[in-house]
């Protein structure tokens, strides 16, 4: 795999996973209500927990996307 495809891999990548984070984000935000009563009749988490759990998995989704999307990305495209 030549050094372009990879760039260009790497770019889609990392647009792909942060819409998805974004979208998530948004989500979560706007009908809270909504999902925290399908997650919690899914799998019987109290409904107090689940904005903590939200958070981490935001948090953590976030996280793992600057460090395998973003950051390989940048430094291919500033060392390139």
């Not at 770019?11 to 984070?21: R, Y």
Request: aromatic letters at 12%; charged letters at 10%; zero cysteines.
């Amino acid at each position: 795999m030549s050094y372009d495809a990879l760039i260009h891999f790497l770019g889609w990548m990392a647009l792909v996973n942060g819409a998805i984070l974004i979208i998530g984000t948004l989500v979560l935000a706007m009908a809270r209500e909504w999902i925290m009563n399908i997650h919690s009749a899914m799998t019987g988490v109290d409904r107090v927990d689940l904005p903590v759990l939200y958070f981490s998995y935001l948090g953590n989704f976030k996280i793992a996307w600057i460090m395998l999307n973003l950051v390989p990305y940048l430094v291919l495209r500033l060392v390139m």
